[in-house]
DNA sequence: CGCCCGTAGGTAAGCGCTTACATAACGCCA
DNA sequence: TGGCGTTATGTAAGCGCTTACCTACGGGCG
């Protein structure tokens, strides 16, 4: 009960009590070095008793490592965010890493000013989910070998490490799947078309529907923006035409339930009438009603991977981070129907 | 061009460039203490030149302060947590502050891992979004005097700094709204019963209900859980009644987004069949169809508030924060109408 | 029996920075 | 003109920790 200024206890607080060096003291706490079996236990338990753990600034300067990590993200908004949060968290967590978050709200300037403090030596890396345009700063990390890896890597040609999902089978797939139940008029609503992933998607339905004859219809696809207003509209728009089509792809899911709306507005059933299918498989996909249909991104593993090779690139400093893609898959639920007049 | 090993610039290598000693090199860039213009000018240009960027560990470690807090969230699944977050977000981003993010996946002991590592000198201070029950470490915190405050405390009787929404008026505005329209017989879907916020907002419909001569009818009282599915089952419940309802309010806009699912696929069309009201004003609500009329809390203000108090509290040790609660409102779209007999 | 090696633990040199304190030059007022 | 307050800058003492280096002890082995 002797007291310091109720201020932080710290490693020589330990030392004095448990009677040994506070080299010691750091060579228990991090299981490091020679130390006899008495004195660990000597020192743990002081530990434990007068309530001592490390001053991470203090390890990290020491160090050189800060055991913390940086995640720049354009924001949180959808769930496709937490998503890959979650297997970048659960990641991390096993290597005992934190994680800092830098959100740039699609502000070019706040993103740059990130680079500024987190190369301040506070992260010993960095993942990045950037928006659309490859972000210039990205070079900068590049050239000063600053461990950094890309999450679906939405810009250009990029060619550092990153790890993204096969958009293009994808798109195929979800085509294929709707022309295997029978449609042959089959919409498509469009995501961001700036961004590669959303073209990736589009090219894959055009070449589905090539694939077995069917030329892609050029009123059947609307340009959206993968958020749900627009998925309502291009919905909308698509149930106006003449001759309606069956089944609508949606880019992402999000659209999709735009589109869901759309559709139950329109005076149809979702499945019955025209059948729906998704992107993505964000945990709402499975909670609407119907059930979605959807192409499974494999959200968790993406940044479970995108986090392993961060820490192993942070580690191997000599490491080249190769390019990873991860498989889509198809989650048939309840979305989909085999057309009416069938 | 000289260059050291690629690695780090330090303020040694500025001082020694622009011919002053480092403390000096300290001033300008916390611009602090006294420097003549010419010498102030001399070392920026080489700051500039050469690169420099202070390192934020060793700064923490000398000046006491990291310019970091820790934000302690449950998960980031719903918007709700994003909206908190945009708003904690802009006010640290003003202060110059960075985040740092621990998601405790409803894991209690994950918590507790948590507060170790925070306390581990890395943060200033505290933000907990706290689950369910009010964590016992909290009190720990309370005792070490360290800086932090509740947001949408769930918890019970906590007294500790804490902001909030003033969840029950927000319950009986909804209902009071609805009874305005018409409505008599008015169904509920509640929130997660072990929250408070889900109790008070349950309190404010029966309570509305009672000042307009409505008998509170237990059977249109389900117990939800502020997911999706169950808004989706609840709602259901409560269609198959007889009489059927002519209005539900949801305590939540995703309780309410299931059970709009409910309500179209019955064949009833929302508002004009069955009105329908939700809580939170999350941004989707605005951009589901019809756009829901709901209760907005105003979350993003909750998070920018919390974050001032927190600010302050770092700021001003003395200071006892308060409990603060901001109000909410009601906020009408297209979601309600009067009931159709009328 | 002298050496070398494996084990245990102390000593001290930083990591990069902030800041209290010391020093010095320069008016300016009494 | 001596003393003092201002301004400008250097010196050095840490912040709490890791780690390289050194000492010391006890065997086992040739």
Redesign the interface.
Known sequence: MSSQP?G?VTIEDVAREADVSYATVSRVVNNKGYVSEETRLRVNEVVDRIGY??????R??AGGK?Q?IG?VVP???S?Y??EI??GI?SEL?AASY??????T?HRQN?ESAHV??L????VDGLLLILPTASSEYLTTFRE??FPCVLIDHRGSNETGPSVGATNYQGGYDATRYLIELGHKRIGMITGNPEMVCAVDRLKGYQQALRDNNISPDPDLIRTGNF???RG?ECARELLSLNPVPTAIFAANDVSAF?AM??I??SGRRIGNDISLIGFDDI??AS???PPLTTVRQPLYEMGATATRMLLDLIGNPARKGERVLLPTSLVIRDSCRPPAGQ
């Open positions: 109720p932080r753990v490390v001053n991470r600034q203090a990290g300067l800060s913390v995640l924001d949180l908004d769930s965010m937490s949060i979650r968290d967590a934190d994680l800092m978050l830098y959100t709200r706040r500024a403090t190369t301040g030596g506070m000063r070998k958020y749900q207003p309502f735009g709306e759309a139950r507005d945990p709402a909670n609407v009603y």
